[in-house]
């Protein structure tokens, strides 16, 4: 009797055991199937899921054997112990386009280094969301600067890099500036229309930017007019050497105040006209370092309507270097700063490269000046003294006046103006200055002066 009752109780704790470990029986729809209440109850739960476990044709992928037919909770897949994982998803898919880089994965063929089998909670079954994935290969670092491309911000890799195979190094969707002008068609566009283009442009953005994380805004490597120099560099000793510096490369935008860094319609990558982009920060007084002001030229043109030959031209870089010079007002050649100077030819090397230097070594003439007493040349007599020579500043206004041949109507003289009360007649003329009483000139009958 009692061993009737040890069987009883032995047989019913062996059901007990079965039913904890393996459940109650299958239901007709679990049959057959890898996903039971019993096994892989969790398998194709996941928002994206592998069609053929969506469908329970795991052998599709698995295959199968004769242990799988006999007792399906001891079945070990068979197609998967010979390691050709991408055998086994190009079965299905279609195998990648042979190109000329292809990523480390697909190669070696681990297609399951990114991709779950059989389901995730991201696209593609990918193994984790956008930039992520990547990270676990690639160092997260190239996207550690402050500021970060938008791409690479959001974890879009594969806005710019093929994930599988492509035609250009580092599995890049195309080549050079073609590759950014896939999303900056406001840069394609111009670029396109633009008749002057920067050099890197037209061959590779990447040597400007980083095309992941900068330090600086629009992920530049360098700020100009650093970044700028790196190419530039005759320029670069050029603007360290001169003396007087151009303001404009000390500012924020340092070379970008007057240059476009990527197109433009005009010689030199200038943003406007030369002319007009000199007025854009000269309409207004400005203090210099010295204590010094620069007059409002765009004002002065506005109202001085006798123009020098530059400013007709619009060309300020015709007396004035645009970066830099070693001369009073970073003009190109020497010219006196002052009211008075001794004589010297080479002191007037800027005025000389455009204007005869006879104009003012010939003491006589009839051809050279209209400014004479009979032949005697006036501009000799007023430049050619040993000690208080006066300069060309002394009666030409350097860039307008109201005046023929730009004569002034004060000259500053220490706070004072002084005035030159200048008066043109037929044949000559005469001014009345504070440093002397009227003096008159007379081409065809010479004055007489007392």
């Known amino acids: 009797m009692n061993k009737k009752k040890n069987a009883v109780i032995s047989c019913f704790f062996a059901i007990l055991l079965s039913l904890i470990f393996f459940g109650g029986p299958l239901s007709a729809a679990e049959e057959g199937s890898c996903i039971t209440s019993r096994c892989h109850a969790d398998m194709g739960k996941d928002k994206y899921v592998h069609g053929p476990v969506a469908a329970g044709e795991c052998a599709v992928c698995h295959g199968e054997s004769k242990k799988h037919k006999d007792s399906p909770r001891r079945n070990k897949f068979g197609a998967i112990k010979d390691k050709d994982i991408a055998g086994v998803c190009f079965k299905c898919h279609e195998q990648f386009e042979t190109r000329k880089f292809t990523h480390e994965p697909v190669e070696t063929g681990e297609c399951v280094a990114c ?78 229309k633009g008749k002057v283009k920067h050099k890197p442009v037209t061959e590779d953005c990447t040597e400007c930017h980083n095309p992941h994380s900068a330090a600086k805004q629009f992920m530049l490597a360098k700020k100009a007019p650093e970044l700028c120099f790196g190419c530039h560099k005759e320029m670069e000793k050029w603007v360290s050497a001169a003396s007087v510096k151009h303001g404009a490369l000390s500012t924020e935008k340092s070379c970008l105040n007057c240059h476009n860094a990527h197109v433009s319609d005009i010689d030199k990558m200038l943003a406007l006209p030369p002319m007009d982009l ?127 041949k730009h004569i002034r109507e004060s000259v500053p003289f220490g706070t004072w103006e002084l005035p030159v009360n200048y008066e043109k007649t037929k044949t000559g003329g005469s001014c009345t200055p504070g440093c002397h009483k009227l003096k008159k000139y007379d081409r065809v009958k010479k004055a007489v002066n007392k």
């Not at 009073?328 to 004589?343: D, K, S, V």
Request: glycine residues 8%; proline residues 6%; charged residues 20%.
């Open 115 to 192: 991709h779950d089998p059989h389901g995730s909670p991201y696209k593609f079954q990918l193994l984790s969301k956008g930039g992520e994935i990547c990270f676990e290969c690639h160092d997260n670092e190239i996207v550690a600067g402050e500021f970060v491309h938008g791409p690479a911000a959001v974890g879009g890799c594969v806005a710019c890099h093929e994930p599988h195979t492509a035609n250009y190094k580092n599995n890049l969707k195309a080549k050079g500036p073609a590759l950014c002008f896939m999303c900056h068609t406001d840069q394609a566009e111009a670029f396109q």
């Open 278 to 404: 000199c007025l854009g920060c000269h309409d207004r007084v400005q203090k210099r370092a010295d204590g010094t002001f620069i007059t409002n030229m765009k004002k002065l043109l506005e109202e001085k309507k006798n123009h020098h030959g530059p400013i007709r031209q619009k060309d300020c870089s015709g007396c004035h270097n645009t970066h830099g010079s070693d001369n009073f007002r970073m003009l190109r050649e020497a010219y006196p700063p002052t009211f008075y100077i001794p004589f010297d030819v080479g002191q007037y090397a800027l005025c000389f490269s455009c204007h005869e230097k006879s104009l003012v070594l010939d003491p006589e003439t009839t051809k050279l000046t209209n400014f004479r007493n009979g032949s005697m040349n006036l501009h000799f007599k007023h430049v050619n003294k040993p000690e208080k020579g006066r300069t060309c500043r002394s009666c030409h206004k350097t860039h307008a006046s109201n005046h023929p």
